[in-house]
């Protein structure tokens, strides 16, 4: 699973990247977004941060990219728990 969370403070450029990591998966927090694990996607979604978001950043705007291994436990709270795939009802 990838997690990409972002602060960026132009409203315009901020929705551009929101619309943009939206076709790769889907938010679970405002700006946080979970996207399938995929080496392939990954490598899409940095070289086009760097293409076309990159130099239009400022000293206000970050964007950090989590790559999580399969093993890594994810603890879900609150309505996120109703993001888990494997819900199983007895």
Do not use: P, W
């Amino acid at each position: 699973m990838i997690i990409i969370s972002y602060d960026i403070a132009d409203n315009k450029l901020r929705t551009k990247f929101s619309k943009f990591i939206k076709k790769y998966g889907h938010r679970i927090q405002y700006s946080v977004f979970e996207i399938d694990n995929s080496k392939t996607i990954l490598k899409n979604i940095i070289t086009c941060i760097k293409e076309d978001f990159e130099k239009q950043f400022t000293e206000e705007d970050s964007v950090l990219i989590f790559n999580l291994s399969a093993n890594c436990e994810i603890t879900r709270m609150g309505y996120a728990k109703n993001e888990e795939s494997d819900i199983i009802i007895a």
